[in-house]
């Protein structure tokens, strides 16, 4: 293919500029192909370019939230603390991107708003928000599972006239809430990680909870330089173990069920694991947490107990008690979270039994009262794993549609989560029904870039002009997907994971539940059987 900017014609086309954009990017182009990548912000990230809320910060360690491909990057680069903030974060992207020379190939401040497969040519004809068409060879999403804003559409959204923000899309300029009435809604990971940080700057917090969540301490530290230097020489073993793994950090569940243990052993356990703190932490505990509801029970008693005991006024700590299956929403680690609401200038009002009925100009209403604010935060989350992709017109062969496709009523389907019949040449990192969102996004991210490269280079080596998934090899996967799921508790509680957050979104497991271990060995094997599954020609 001709590698020409000016005519706008490209081996690929990578659409995003977060962590998997920009590895995508400078794999293929160390390879030699010509790749462009769009971006809507105005500079590299991904998620952390948005995602610039007070308190964010990565629930995954730092340590093994980095790129693991070059060594060189690893030995420049040293973290803080356990939980790198989103500063530091977007700054190490900044420095890979710089390191890299990544943004000669970029084009920032463009959306794409359509992607069709062009039956004729074979090549993409891609559209961005300007009416510039593209063409490419291959069709690369790097959307992140994470980027399409959830924002409510409660009645009045317009009225509201203090100042609105979703956690999802921060201002780059600090807000300062110093003397002003604040309300929150939505107490998820962002919520939870903004309350307490907004609360000791706010005059008054009033935070609006539909479900009550289970968190557990973060226990974020600053990293000991000994401690660093350790990790540096032992990366190679480290991440043998993270690639492995269950969700990419270097850490299993012990081999034992919760109920094989005498009640005050669970409690020494369970104590054990809050004060360590970390996201799999507790899960990791037993090995039927996420699988048996006895045992989820006990864990998820534990962590209510905890709460309990953290916040003092026992009405205010019984609304903030959680119901679901610890875990099978993603777990949150918090700093200082549930004393929070020790606080005098911190209010807790239950959504579920008053709800939302409208947003009115100076602040809201609920069934049975009346709030003011000067600001108002929507913590409330995305449209998680397809919503990204929804964003965009894409098309396949005969005209068909992935929104189509995916979203009205019919199972989700995918092979492998990097591909979809009927979209052939077109690769999805990190897509629906791989381990993604369940895992530390690094790993996964490294993996499916990897292997995307592979594929890419296997056809051109074989002078094959298309790679297409085979129908029945992603109603085989879709189905293995759904069954693992089915057989752990995730299934049984409304979360994101299941599109249970999105009005009218058709519900069902959206990951590979099966382990970032278990996956990779799949995709190798689909590799090494010269892409079983897909159709090459
Ligand atoms: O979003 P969420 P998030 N009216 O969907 C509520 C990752 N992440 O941005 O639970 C009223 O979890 C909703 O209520 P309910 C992480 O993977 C990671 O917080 O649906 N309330 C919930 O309380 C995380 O899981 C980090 O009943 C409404 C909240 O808003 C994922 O992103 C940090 C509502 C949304 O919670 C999403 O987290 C931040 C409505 N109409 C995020 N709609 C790290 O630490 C929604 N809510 C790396």
Redesign the pocket.
């Known amino acids: 293919m001709t590698r020409n900017h000016e005519a706008q014609v490209f081996d690929a086309v990578v659409v995003g500029a977060g962590f998997s954009g920009l590895y995508m990017l400078h794999r293929l182009r160390e390879l030699g192909y010509s790749v462009r990548v769009y971006e809507a912000g105005e500079d590299v990230g991904g998620t952390w370019y948005w ?1 610039r809320y007070p308190g ?5 360690e730092s340590i093994y939230y980095n790129y693991t491909f070059s060594e060189e990057l690893r030995n420049e680069w040293t973290w803080s603390s356990r939980y790198a903030e989103q500063p530091e974060i977007l700054r190490y992207i900044n420095f890979v991107a710089d390191k890299l020379d990544l943004r000669r190939d970029i084009q920032f401040k463009t959306r794409i708003t359509s992607a069709t497969f062009n039956e004729k040519n074979k090549n993409w004809d891609i559209q961005t928000g300007e009416g510039n068409t593209i063409t490419a060879k291959y069709f690369i999403t790097a959307l992140g599972c ?1 980027s399409a804003s ?1 924002m ?1 559409n ?1 009645k009045g959204m317009d009225r509201f006239k203090g100042e609105l923000y979703h ?2 899309k921060w201002p780059h300029e600090k807000v300062d809430f110093t003397g002003k009435k604040v309300g929150i ?9 903004a309350i307490p940080v907004i609360a000791q700057e706010a005059e008054h917090l009033t935070v ?4 009550p ?1 289970f968190s557990a301490p973060a226990e974020n530290h600053s990293y000991d330089p000994e401690f660093l230097q350790k990790v540096k020489e032992n990366y190679h073993e480290i991440k043998q173990q993270m690639i492995a793994s269950m969700h990419g950090v270097p850490s299993f569940p012990r081999d034992k069920s919760a109920l094989k243990d005498s009640p005050e052993e669970r409690q020494r356990v369970f104590e054990e694991a809050w004060d360590k703190g970390g996201l799999f932490t507790l899960m990791y505990t037993y090995n039927d947490i996420g699988f048996v509801k006895e045992a989820n029970d006990t864990v998820a008693e534990f962590v209510r107990s905890k709460i309990a005991q953290t916040v003092e006024n026992p009405e205010v700590a019984e609304m903030l008690l959680p119901t679901y299956y610890y875990g099978t ?2 777990p949150i ?1 918090d700093t200082n979270y549930f004393q929070t609401y020790n606080r005098k200038n911190v209010t807790l009002v239950d ?1 579920k039994s008053d709800p ?1 009925d409208e947003l009115t100009s100076k602040g809201l209403r609920t069934k049975e009262s009346e709030y003011e604010f000067d600001a108002l935060v929507f ?4 449209d ?1 794993i397809t919503g990204p992709f929804f964003k965009m017109d894409i098309r396949g062969k005969d005209g068909i549609s992935l929104k189509e496709k995916w979203a009205e009523g019919a199972d989700l389907k995918t092979y492998l989560g990097i591909a979809t019949a009927g979209f052939p040449n077109m690769f999805m990192i990190t897509g629906p029904q791989s381990p993604s ?1 369940l895992s530390n996004m690094l790993v996964s991210i490294e993996q499916h870039v990897e292997w995307i490269a592979d594929c890419i280079e296997y056809l051109r080596e074989n002078n094959l002009e298309t790679i297409e998934a085979i129908p029945e090899a992603e109603v085989a996967w879709s189905q293995q997907c759904k069954i693992i799921a089915e057989m752990s508790l995730a299934t049984k509680t ?1 979360s ?1 994971y299941m599109g249970a ?1 999105i009005e009218g979104k058709p519900r069902g497991f959206m990951a590979f539940l099966g382990g970032v271990g278990l996956y990779r060995q799949i995709c190798d094997d689909v590799a090494a059987k010269e892409y079983e599954g897909f159709s090459v020609t």
């Open positions: 995602n964010a910060r990565c629930d995954i994470l959830n409510p409660f956690t999802g809604i939505g107490t998820g990971s962002s919520g939870i990680q609006f909870q539909r479900t969540q929403k993603r680690i959504i939302i913590a409330t989350g995305f998680a969102v409304d994101w957050n």
